[in-house]
């Protein structure tokens, strides 16, 4: 018989309670940084953008990652390109990841962000993304093919920086059987840290998560290994931590619509149990959302970006559905904000923004 959700918690909350005494949590250390709680922010295009980080700071997330943002684009400076570099002085520390194929590409894009004066903390190195457009140009996870590239990529961005210079990678191209051997590469090419998506790149988003290889890779190196999939709350997360070896955790799609989750892990951590978002916040903060977006990028583009967003923010509510065929036919800003009230004020709760 299927395990339900309420036995699972049950089981989680036990063996978390035992993980966490057990071991005493330490922070996630790598280069000059020093990041508590160990939980970071998983970089999504599309999603985590300066706008959306600073509403996970607010909430106390300790690290974030740019989207990911083309070398070649950067090295071109292309005004898009360098928009997904803004960020403001709170959002920190922040690592800029980048994507490419050609090792001089990284460096150069280094090279440029540093004359350019924009303030990080590391450099990452997309190793993972499934896409086709940049799995078909050699970059992303096509390098979990052809490692002594990926090596040169390290290397190249290494020799342009003095920060700390992070990978993102998955468990493989098509299987987790070379996980260890390729993390292992990467970590002799000079990489300060590992992030390592459980899934494998043809995988995509689909299926679980593959927590025992994540564990291999993390029992093996020397170096930081932080481990992601699935992860979608922080005892969950706490418990996984504990059982892999991993430095740290990067939450992905649990934190998309949930900042929330940061406020949960701190308040687990204080052994107080985390108390859930109420609709009021939710609806509050999605009309804050809005509004910092269209300070950004004006009303027409926020409102039709923030879309996706939105739809998270309300996932799993009653009348979520709904709303979202509503939110997405609205035709003006205006219509957008009214729906947003209205849906609001029939949970009772009326919004002042
Ligand atoms: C829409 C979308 C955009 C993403 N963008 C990026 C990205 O820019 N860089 C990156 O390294 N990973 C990206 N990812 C992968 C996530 O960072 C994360 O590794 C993945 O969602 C697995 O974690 P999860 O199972 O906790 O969601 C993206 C994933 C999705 C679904």
Redesign the pocket.
């Known amino acids: 018989m299927k395990q339900t959700e309420l036995e699972r918690a049950r089981v989680d909350q036990k063996t978390t309670k035992q993980t966490l005494s057990e071991q005493a949590m330490k922070p996630l250390r790598f280069g000059h940084l020093v990041i508590w709680p160990p939980f970071v922010a ?6 985590t953008d300066g706008v959306y980080r600073e509403i996970l700071r607010e909430f106390g997330c300790p690290y974030c ?1 740019t ?2 943002v083309s070398a070649k684009g950067l090295v071109m400076g292309g005004e898009a390109t360098l928009a997904l570099l803004e960020h403001s002085e709170h959002d920190r520390p922040l690592a800029v ?1 980048l994507f490419g194929s050609e090792p001089e590409d990284i460096s150069e894009a280094i090279r440029a962000i540093h004359q350019a004066d924009v303030p990080f903390d590391a450099v990452d190195i ?1 190793m ?2 499934p896409a086709k457009k940049v799995t078909s140009q050699g970059a992303g996870g096509a390098l979990l093919k052809d490692i002594s590239r990926a090596e040169a990529m390290i290397q190249a961005a290494k020799s342009a920086t003095r920060l700390p210079v992070s990978v ?1 990678i998955r468990i493989g191209w098509s299987g987790g059987e070379r996980a260890v051997e390729i993390a292992s590469r990467l970590e002799a090419a000079g990489a300060d840290m590992i992030a390592v ?1 459980g ?1 494998t790149v043809a995988q995509g ?1 689909s299926g679980e ?1 593959d927590w025992g290889t994540i564990a291999r890779v993390a029992r093996s190196l020397n170096i930081p290994v932080v481990g ?4 979608t709350a922080p005892r969950q997360g706490l418990k996984l931590l504990g059982e892999s070896g991993c430095s740290g955790i ?5 934190i998309l619509g949930n900042p929330f989750f940061f406020r949960s892990l701190y308040q687990t951590l204080r052994g107080s149990e985390p108390e859930p978002a109420a609709a009021g916040e939710r609806f509050t903060l999605a009309i804050d959302h809005l509004h910092r977006a269209a300070q950004r990028y004006g009303e027409r583009r926020a409102m039709l970006e923030l879309r996706k967003h939105l739809a998270f923010y309300f996932k799993g509510m009653k009348g979520a559905s709904k709303l979202r065929t509503a939110m997405n036919g609205a035709r003006s800003w205006s219509e957008l904000v009214d729906t947003i009230r209205h849906a609001s004020r029939c949970f009772g709760n009326e919004l002042h923004m």
């Open positions: 998983a970089p999504f295009a599309g999603y990652y989207e990911m990841q997309n993972g993304c993102k998506h899934r988003y998560a992601n999939g699935d992860v990067m939450v992905g799609r649990g």
